[in-house]
């Protein structure tokens, strides 16, 4: 089977097991990871290789600029404190931890080591975590926090992780340099992001209204910001999330109704195949990864696996209850800007916490020699712990968080009727911001225009109190 044949048939796979997913409601990339565990046992199939190029590449610039692209920057910029808080400092703290562990239970484990493992478990997945909770009403802010965390958490990672490399590939590191280096490689990143996103929004006013046009270059985007930062030796991650998010708040400007349609469309279909693809090669990788695993039985590599699962897991709702209230406790300003929440949103953040493709891309990144041409140390344990880690955090809480919402009636009451209102008041404005940019030229006569314009504004003022009393 060559690997047109293959891409082909688990992109078929892909899609009939979405089919199934909704009937069964079992959240899609559980299916597609457990689908692919047991085809990857199946005897006689040819083994399925991922270069680890091929996975941040090809994957990882489209699923992080659309995630840019899908968030609400507003919400984002409402919620960057808790944001920033899990982003890189739970990241740091379950790396420390994990590295900690690690180092303590597996022999000749070094700190090292434990390091790199941390910063490759330590992120988890956007992907899993917002089809989980799809269609379940859970509140916005949930959301909005823990797609802000997948956007940033993954820099985090895969700084600390480089870091974890080179200590181990030079035998050299220097906590404070490593400190100074972060910051700059991360400026420097954010920086790059902007550049791109500054010239791309030439480039979209250049191409105007070529919906087919428009459509390619948001394809190549993504690979473009990720390639040239990359290119300088800095976080990829970081420029593409920054040139997607520049870029998401200027949407309205940039596109046309027609191409606005066309090109959320496309991404759809490109987002939802890249992601089932993913899903189910991390199934795939399984049998191959213990096969290699020398050096450790199968026991063993199991209990080391479920012990820093565990780790990971306890961390995280370690972390996000001291993190959601001890600022309140001492910031009036956060008691009076932000909402206090629940202790059952609180459980809800921190049991949230799957993983997936960053950690399985950061797992096959890892060189198969030193610079001495010696084998990389531990290399296949890393491998089938991240792999473990992955497929016990996406399995056990992505099944078990729809039981945990409702148990703890963590649900956002929507009213239709608001939601409406709402909707038309949008609508009304875009008509509004159309005629003046369109027909204000002496294109329609301005007692014509006067009129349209005077009904619209009239229609939102009206919605402007309904809504206003709906809240009261």
Same mark, same amino acid.
């Given at each position: 089977?060559?690997?047109?044949?293959?891409?082909?048939?688990?992109?078929?796979?892909?899609? =009939?097991?979405?089919?199934?997913?909704?009937?069964?409601?079992?959240?899609?990339?559980?299916?597609?990871?457990?689908?692919?565990?047991?085809?990857?046992?199946?005897?006689?199939?040819?083994?399925?290789?991922?270069?680890?190029?091929?996975?941040?590449?090809?994957?990882?610039?489209?699923?992080?600029?659309?995630?840019?692209?899908?968030?609400?920057?507003?919400?984002?910029? =409402?919620?960057?404190?808790?944001?920033?808080?899990?982003?890189?400092?739970?990241?740091?703290?379950?790396?420390?931890?994990?590295?900690?562990?690690?180092?303590?239970?597996?022999?000749?484990?070094?700190?090292?080591?434990?390091?790199?493992?941390?910063?490759?478990?330590?992120?988890?997945?956007?992907?899993?975590?917002?089809?989980?909770?799809?269609?379940?009403?859970?509140?916005?802010?949930?959301?909005?926090?823990?797609?802000?965390?997948?956007?940033?958490?993954?820099?985090?990672?895969?700084?600390?992780?480089?870091?974890?490399?080179?200590?181990?590939?030079?035998?050299?590191?220097?906590?404070?340099?490593?400190?100074?280096?972060?910051?700059?490689?991360?400026?420097?990143?954010?920086?790059?992001? =902007?550049?791109?996103?500054?010239?791309?929004?030439?480039?979209?006013?250049?191409?105007?209204?070529?919906?087919?046009?428009?459509?390619?270059?948001?394809?190549?985007?993504?690979?473009?910001?990720?390639?040239?930062?990359?290119?300088?030796?800095?976080?990829?991650?970081?420029?593409?999330?920054?040139?997607?998010?520049?870029?998401?708040?200027?949407?309205?400007?940039?596109?046309?109704?027609?191409?606005?349609?066309?090109?959320?469309?496309?991404?759809?279909?490109?987002?939802?195949?890249?992601?089932?693809?993913?899903?189910?090669?991390?199934?795939?990788?399984?049998?191959?990864?213990?096969?290699?695993?020398?050096?450790?039985?199968?026991?063993?590599?199991?209990?080391?696996?479920?012990?820093?699962?565990?780790?990971?897991?306890?961390?995280?709702?370690?972390?996000?209850?001291?993190?959601?209230?001890?600022?309140?406790?001492?910031?009036?300003?956060?008691?009076?800007?932000?909402?206090?929440?629940?202790?059952?949103?609180?459980?809800?953040?921190?049991?949230?916490?799957?993983?997936?493709?960053?950690?399985?891309?950061?797992?096959?990144?890892?060189?198969?020699?030193?610079?001495?041409?010696?084998?990389?140390?531990?290399?296949?344990?890393?491998?089938?712990?991240?792999?473990?880690?992955?497929?016990?955090?996406?399995?056990?809480?992505?099944?078990?968080?729809?039981?945990?919402?409702?148990?703890?009636?963590?649900?956002?009451?929507?009213?239709?009727?608001?939601?409406?209102?709402?909707?038309?008041?949008?609508?009304?404005?875009?008509?509004?911001?159309?005629?003046?940019?369109?027909?204000?030229?002496?294109?329609?006569?301005?007692?014509?225009?006067?009129?349209?314009?005077?009904?619209?504004?009239?229609?939102?003022?009206?919605?402007?109190?309904?809504?206003?009393?709906?809240?009261?």
């Amino acid at each position: 089977m060559n690997p047109t044949e293959l891409v082909t048939g688990l992109l078929g796979i892909t899609t =009939l097991l979405a089919a199934v997913a909704r009937q069964t409601r079992i959240s899609y990339p559980i299916l597609l990871v457990i689908v692919g565990l047991l085809i990857g046992w199946i005897p006689g199939l040819p083994p399925v290789v991922l270069a680890p190029d091929t996975v941040f590449l090809i994957f990882l610039p489209p699923l992080l600029y659309a995630a840019a692209w899908q968030i609400d920057n507003r919400e984002l910029k =409402l919620y960057s404190r808790p944001v920033s808080l899990l982003a890189v400092g739970l990241v740091l703290f379950t790396a420390t931890v994990v590295a900690l562990v690690a180092h303590a239970i597996i022999p000749g484990f070094s700190l090292a080591q434990g390091y790199l493992l941390g910063a490759i478990v330590a992120p988890p997945d956007a992907v899993a975590a917002s089809s989980v909770t799809r269609g379940l009403n859970v509140p916005k802010r949930i959301m909005t926090v823990l797609e802000g965390e997948s956007l940033i958490n993954d820099a985090s990672s895969l700084i600390i992780y480089r870091y974890g490399l080179a200590a181990i590939l030079t035998s050299q590191f220097v906590l404070w340099e490593a400190g100074l280096q972060f910051i700059g490689i991360a400026l420097v990143s954010v920086s790059i992001g =902007l550049a791109i996103g500054w010239l791309m929004l030439w480039v979209h006013r250049a191409i105007g209204k070529d919906t087919v046009t428009s459509t390619a270059v948001t394809l190549l985007t993504p690979y473009g910001s990720y390639l040239i930062a990359e290119n300088f030796h800095l976080s990829g991650v970081l420029a593409v999330v920054t040139t997607g998010l520049f870029l998401s708040v200027r949407i309205s400007e940039l596109f046309t109704d027609q191409i606005r349609l066309q090109t959320n469309a496309v991404w759809e279909v490109v987002i939802f195949l890249f992601n089932g693809l993913v899903f189910i090669l991390i199934g795939l990788q399984l049998p191959m990864i213990v096969a290699n695993l020398n050096g450790y039985t199968l026991p063993q590599a199991v209990g080391y696996a479920l012990m820093v699962s565990a780790v990971a897991i306890i961390c995280r709702l370690v972390w996000v209850f001291p993190g959601a209230y001890l600022p309140r406790w001492f910031s009036a300003d956060i008691r009076k800007k932000e909402p206090k929440p629940s202790w059952q949103q609180v459980t809800v953040l921190g049991w949230a916490g799957m993983r997936g493709i960053v950690s399985l891309a950061g797992a096959l990144a890892l060189p198969n020699t030193l610079l001495n041409s010696q084998p990389f140390p531990a290399r296949d344990l890393i491998l089938f712990i991240t792999f473990i880690v992955i497929l016990v955090t996406l399995v056990l809480q992505g099944l078990t968080l729809p039981v945990l919402i409702d148990v703890l009636r963590v649900r956002e009451q929507i009213d239709e009727k608001k939601e409406e209102r709402m909707l038309r008041r949008k609508m009304a404005q875009q008509v509004i911001t159309h005629l003046e940019a369109n027909h204000s030229a002496g294109s329609v006569h301005d007692d014509v225009l006067s009129y349209v314009k005077n009904t619209y504004e009239l229609r939102i003022n009206e919605l402007n109190g309904m809504l206003r009393a709906s809240t009261r």
